[in-house]
């Protein structure tokens, strides 16, 4: 869009390549995000004169110090956050959250959960933008990618790092119950192994053989974009039932929006005015396996419901996508520079 982006990443990061990345200046910044890691920035943004500075902030990425002092970035470039979750786990990180939301120029949430919590305990906090994240896993423009042939049976497919809290174990239990009435189904687990839970992907691999699974499952594990695209593009049915629910800041739910999938996931207590259960998404409670099989069977015997499922879907995929959402952006930086 014709504006100057600098990219400050991980020196552990490998940089992406393709159209478009080579407009960007991808510079490796740090090992560690701590009190060194603000120092460099400081001084940075003191020399570069940027027009904003925008921490996409989840609290386990940075440490104590970096969060603490980040808004002090503001004496020297303004300070923006990008809000993809608000708190982690103890007391500290609920300080440093507010810190975060009260001292920058400008907050931006990615999802309604963060938005909620802010206007519920921050009420007199005004400059707050809800803008949200867009699937990085771009479908082909025509359909089903060259190659892909229809398989034979129905296949359900869930994608996503595997780690406590996606609802893997529920899909498990739910897929063995199926199995007893309808045995004709694949299910495809897209995605790798989350940094530290590599026992807990190996249990989940057990487990699925002490269900009676080993010809039903097959674990991917980690692959390239285009080659989740040839899976969800061969998928009848996507499996994402959240053990927190559903929530739009999901990277693997808005895979499956563009892709144009029946989705099944899991009710929260926050309302969305994206997502609409029978329209757009079929929801079950969390951790319900029973309840999980039943609307998966229903959707097997219903290909219309299907169908219309999946089409409502991509029309709210239009929603997140990244012209929009970069026009969006561009919009709240030029509000503070002004």
């Not at 025509?142 to 190659?147: A, C, I, L, M």
């Not at 892709?259 to 899991?266: A, D, E, K, W």
């Amino acid at each position: 869009m014709g504006h100057e982006v600098t990219v400050l990443v991980s020196h552990g990061y490998r940089a992406a390549t393709g159209d478009g990345y080579e407009a960007l200046r991808i510079v490796p910044f740090t090992s560690a995000w701590g009190f060194g890691a603000f120092l460099k920035l400081f001084r940075l943004c003191r020399d570069e004169k940027f027009d904003c500075v925008d921490l996409q902030y989840s609290p386990p990425l940075y440490g104590v110090f970096f969060k603490l002092l980040y808004p002090l970035i503001g004496l020297v470039s303004p300070a923006v956050v990008t809000l993809h979750t608000l708190v982690g786990g103890g007391l500290i990180n609920r300080f440093l959250a507010m810190s975060l939301v009260l001292f920058t120029a400008e907050v931006i949430s990615t999802n309604e959960e963060v938005s909620y919590l802010i206007r519920r305990h921050l009420t007199w906090k005004k400059n707050l933008v809800e803008i949200p994240i867009g699937s990085n896993i771009i479908p082909p423009e025509h359909g089903r990618p060259p190659g892909i042939k229809k398989k034979e049976g129905i296949v359900l497919t869930h994608f996503g790092l595997f780690y406590p809290g996606k609802g893997v174990e529920t899909i498990l239990e739910a897929a063995a119950g199926l199995k007893k009435e309808y045995d004709d189904f694949r299910l495809f687990m897209l995605g790798g192994k989350w940094p530290g839970a590599e026992d807990y992907y190996d249990r989940l691999r057990q487990r699925a053989r002490e269900l009676g699974l080993a010809d039903k499952v097959s674990w991917l594990g980690y692959l390239a974009d285009e080659k989740v695209s040839e899976y969800l593009s061969m998928t009848d049915i996507f499996l994402v039932p959240f053990d927190a629910g559903i929530s739009i800041r999901r990277g693997s739910y808005m895979a499956g929006l563009v892709h144009g999938l029946p989705i099944v996931s899991t009710r929260t207590d926050i309302g969305s005015e994206y997502i609409k259960d029978g329209e757009n998404i079929v929801l079950v409670p969390p951790r319900d396996a029973a309840a999980l099989k039943e609307k998966i069977l229903e959707l097997i015997k219903d290909p219309g419901k299907r169908a219309r499922l999946g089409e409502n879907a991509r029309r709210l995929a239009a929603e997140f996508s990244w012209p929009k959402i970069a026009l969006e952006m561009v919009r709240t930086f030029e509000k503070i520079k002004c």
